[in-house]
């Protein structure tokens, strides 16, 4: 089985975004508010966040789940059993965590154990495992 990827991207306008991944390329819409939606993108998570300051190439936040997650940022859905395993890899090589490894949405749709760190370039990557495989 392929790992399916997740990359969060910034638009200007959600309606669009919708019309565009939802009605014109067919991708399923998950959970959503008025700032960001998750698509199920052939088998990916891709998730739009609504940015309308344009005018800085600085990384910008949204607030999900009451915290700041940077946009842009890219990652993988893996396995509790690899997530685990990644974050105890992680922590042993004191790795500085943006948000620390904890569950968002708990006994909600979408139920994750999620975690943000930078790459040595200051990428923001987000590693993520679903408590029920594909629920994004």
């Not at 991207?9 to 019309?19: F, H, L, S, Y």
């Not at 395993?85 to 999620?114: A, C, D, M, S, Y």
């Amino acid at each position: 089985m392929d790992t399916p990827f997740h990359l969060a991207i910034g638009v200007n306008d959600i309606n669009k975004a919708r019309q565009f991944y939802g009605d014109l390329l067919g991708s399923k819409e998950g959970r959503s508010s008025d700032l960001w939606v998750d698509f199920n993108f052939f088998g990916h998570q891709l998730t739009c966040h609504l940015i309308k300051d344009s005018s800085s190439s600085f990384t910008r936040s949204n607030l999900v789940d009451n915290k700041k997650i940077p946009i842009p940022h890219f990652g993988v859905i893996v396995s509790t059993q690899e997530f685990e395993e990644l974050e105890n890899k992680l922590k042993k090589h004191n790795t500085v965590f943006f948000i620390e490894p904890q569950t968002r949405f708990k006994n909600q749709k979408g139920e994750q154990k999620t975690m943000f760190f930078k790459d040595p370039f200051g990428h923001f990557i987000e590693i993520k495992s679903f408590t029920k495989e594909k629920e994004y």
